[in-house]
Structures are given as C-alpha cells and as structure tokens.
C-alpha cells in the first residue's frame, strides 16, 4: 500500500510500515504487517462490518483545512489567475509525446502539510452527514465557525463533490478508504493495485530527468482518487475509458530519486476550455493527451 494510504490511517491502524490490500472474491481486507504475521487486518467489504474506532472530531478542537484555489484535476474547472502564479501543480502537467527516458521537465512534488487530515472508519464516516443541505450540522460537529474561512474550503468540498462529472466521467466522493475500495473495484474489478508518487525528500522547483524504466500500469481504464481539503480524509475519485497510467522514474537535479505516477487523459473534449492544462501546455481541448504526475497525496486504482 503506497504512503499516501498508509501516512493517513488513522494510527490505530498502523503500527509498523509494512502493509498491503488484499482484494479478493471473499471481499476486501486491508491488514497491516506487525512482527511475525501478527497485525491489524481491517474488513472494508460489506457496510457496517466491524471496522476500527476512531473518533470523528473533539469539541473544542478546531479543525485545519488548507485554503486554495478549485482542484486543478477537476476537469470543470477554469484556472484561477492565482493558480496560474502560485499553484505548484501547475509543474506536474505535461504531454503524453514527452514521456520517455531523458526528457527534463521543471517539476515541484508537493505534499499538503496543512491538510494532514485521517481516514475514519466507514462505520463513523458513514455517521456523519456529507451534504451542502447539512452543513450547519458539520460545522458543528468539527466545531467550524460558519462564516469562517474553513467553513467556506469544506462548503467547497462538497459542492464540488455533489456537481456531475463531465460526459462519460464517473465521479464519486470517498470519505472512508472502504468507500473508497468499493468505488475502485466496482469499476475495475477485484484484481486492482493502488499505486502512488513516492519522493525521497521534499524538494523545491527544480530540473527532472525522465530517467530508464518507464512502465504502462493499465489499458485505458484507472480510478484517480485526489485528496481534497476537509476535517477527516476525504478523495474526489473519477473514472474515465480514456485514461492511461504510467510509472515514471524520475532524477532531480539535486539527485533526489521519485517513484512518478503518470496520468493521462487522451480525450479533453469535455474539459474547460480554460482549464489550467490547456493554459499551462498552451493547447485547445481534444486535440492531444494532456498528462499530470501525481502529488504524493493522490493515488491511482488500476487492473492488474
């Protein structure tokens, strides 16, 4: 299981970095190595299995939620001018004609520091209303003063959440790493990996060489999950016919090694025609594939 899923679990859950997913006919479980094949093992199959306790928030302990711009990997949107200056996904977007051994790209691989928000079990997740008709509920809840800037980043959240995808897009919110699992293999199957960027260090903008061993991961067909800005770990997840995924290894300039995840979509028909792709790769929707890395804290469901 990559580091985005594992950093995340709620520490319950983890007590060594040694973990794996387990997707098979008799449901899926997620078991977390702990010394001589002890360990936690966590049933995300049927709804309302027995799950792990976690505790959904405190009175009195505020929540933190980055402020940014809309998702640049929500195809609806159009890029905001500050996006455009100071997003630093505006490096990870790139042409599919580019992928291959030595080719340089400026790139900058974040991690949200502010957004260090955890999975809850889907037994509390599923507790908890998600919804823009219930908000005042769940201000109240993460004790989130309504009016407040984090009031407005997680009334955003669910709207965009609950705004249709583009045609022939599925799209679907996951507020729980079972929810999650189940969207994921409902569209791929139960024979899926879940893969995701890994960095050595945390570095600035710098020069990366596309170093031997890229590696096609899927057909045409991936689930791409986003991490979004909300009290409790919460991943916008779409699933498109025109997706290809790749693993790229990547050399900086300073030697720092990353483990890329590529993304890319060859059908941007429907996309914004203002969408921070096109403006970033100075091109129109639907003409070539328009590919992005992912950040360390996204991660992609794809058929073995």
């Known amino acids: 299981m990559p580091k985005a899923i594992t950093d995340i679990l709620y520490s319950d859950w983890v007590e060594e970095k040694s973990s794996s997913v387990h997707v098979g006919g008799g449901g899926v479980n997620v078991h977390t190595?702990?010394?001589?094949?002890?360990?936690?093992?966590?049933?995300?199959?049927?709804?309302?299995?027995?799950?792990?306790?976690?505790?959904?928030?405190?009175?009195?302990?505020?929540?933190?939620?980055?402020?940014?711009?809309?998702?640049?990997?929500d195809y609806v949107y159009a890029?905001?001018?500050?996006q455009l200056h100071d997003d630093p996904n505006v490096a990870l977007f790139f042409l599919e004609k580019d992928l291959h051994s030595g080719t340089k790209l400026d790139l900058h691989f974040t991690r949200s520091t502010s957004n260090q928000a955890t999975f809850l079990s889907r037994q509390v997740a599923d507790s908890i209303p998600f919804s823009s008709n219930k908000v005042d509920f769940i201000f109240n809840k993460f004790s989130v003063k309504p009016?407040?800037?984090?009031?407005?980043?997680?009334?955003?959240?669910?709207?965009?959440?609950?705004?249709?995808?583009?045609?022939?897009?599925?799209?679907?919110?996951?507020?729980?790493?079972?929810?999650?699992?189940?969207?994921?293999?409902?569209?791929?199957?139960n024979n899926v990996e879940i893969v995701s960027t890994e960095v050595d260090k945390e570095t600035g903008l710098q020069k990366y060489t596309v170093a031997p061993g890229v590696k096609k991961l899927s057909g045409d067909k991936a689930v791409v999950c986003h991490k979004q800005n909300y009290p409790y770990a919460v991943f916008y997840c779409h699933k498109t016919e025109t997706t290809r995924a790749y693993s790229v290894p990547l050399e900086g300039a300073n030697g720092v090694r990353v483990k890329a995840v590529a993304?890319?979509?060859?059908?941007?028909?429907?996309?914004?025609?203002?969408?921070?792709?096109?403006?970033?790769?100075?091109?129109?929707?639907?003409?070539?594939?328009?590919?992005?890395?992912?950040?360390?804290d996204h991660v992609v469901w794809v058929p073995k």
């Open 79 to 82: 890029a905001t001018e500050t």
């Open 263 to 296: 993304v890319c979509h060859t059908d941007t028909s429907e996309w914004n025609p203002k969408h921070l792709a096109f403006q970033v790769l100075k091109i129109k929707p639907g003409t070539i594939p328009v590919c992005h890395f992912l950040p360390e």
């Open 147 to 189: 009016g407040s800037e984090e009031a407005q980043i997680m009334k955003n959240t669910i709207s965009e959440c609950e705004e249709g995808g583009i045609k022939g897009e599925e799209k679907y919110c996951a507020t729980s790493l079972e929810s999650m699992v189940d969207f994921s293999t409902s569209k791929l199957g």
């Open 33 to 73: 190595g702990k010394g001589g094949g002890s360990g936690t093992t966590v049933n995300v199959g049927g709804k309302g299995g027995g799950g792990v306790n976690v505790h959904a928030g405190h009175k009195g302990k505020p929540v933190h939620v980055s402020v940014g711009s809309k998702s640049p990997f």
